[in-house]
């Protein structure tokens, strides 16, 4: 039987664990046909096939949150109650959008900036840029475009800056607000 884990013994008589395995299961076991996404194909070229079969997608079952990217190894991180109740198209663009920071990841590239405004980051800017043009791709009118642009963390300025640095005509009520 394999060693279990290290166990901190504290002043309250109680021993925890301060580190614990994460489950990863393969990208392609949930996620199929990416390859063949233009925008996934420009982030990844010759190699799309080969990072997808390596990629890991981890799930948490909290009723918040959408999707990330793990800065400590480039895998996604993943909302059920977002992977079951999102809208689909919202949830196929975040994951075209992860996978552009995935990418960013295999560059050492930073993921995460703390002083900016997340409408500012060159990370997310990157990402927004390639999930928005992968939206149009798809269909998807600026006014769609700019309420997938919408999230609970950004103000209503950060929103009409964002849209129109991603070259999105705002429709009045965003004008407003």
């Known amino acids: 039987m394999p060693p279990g884990p ?3 013994a504290t002043p309250w008589r109680v021993r925890i664990a301060r ?3 994460t489950r990863l299961y393969p990208f392609e076991r949930f996620f199929r046909g990416f390859q063949n996404v233009p925008a996934v194909r420009s982030l990844f070229g010759r190699s799309t096939e080969r990072v997808l079969r390596a990629q890991r997608v981890e799930f948490y079952s909290a009723r918040f949150g959408y999707m990330s990217t793990s800065d400590v190894d480039g895998h996604l991180i ?13 949830v196929y663009l975040d994951l075209v959008h992860e ?5 960013q990841f295999r560059r050492k590239q930073r993921l995460f900036y703390p002083k900016l405004s997340y409408v500012d980051a060159p990370s997310e800017i990157e990402a927004y840029r390639i999930t928005v043009a992968e939206g149009r791709r798809i269909g998807m009118s600026d006014r769609e475009l700019v309420e997938y642009l ?3 963390w950004i103000t209503p300025v950060e929103l009409r800056r964002l849209a129109r640095r991603m070259g999105l005509k705002l429709p009045r009520s965003a004008r407003r607000r």
Request: charged residues 35%; glycine residues 4%.
């Open 78 to 90: 993943i909302s059920r109650h977002y992977l079951e109740r999102g809208r689909l198209r919202n």
């Open 99 to 103: 996978l552009c920071h995935v990418r």
């Open 150 to 152: 919408r999230i609970e």
């Open 6 to 8: 290290k166990l901190v």
């Open 19 to 21: 580190s614990a395995p």
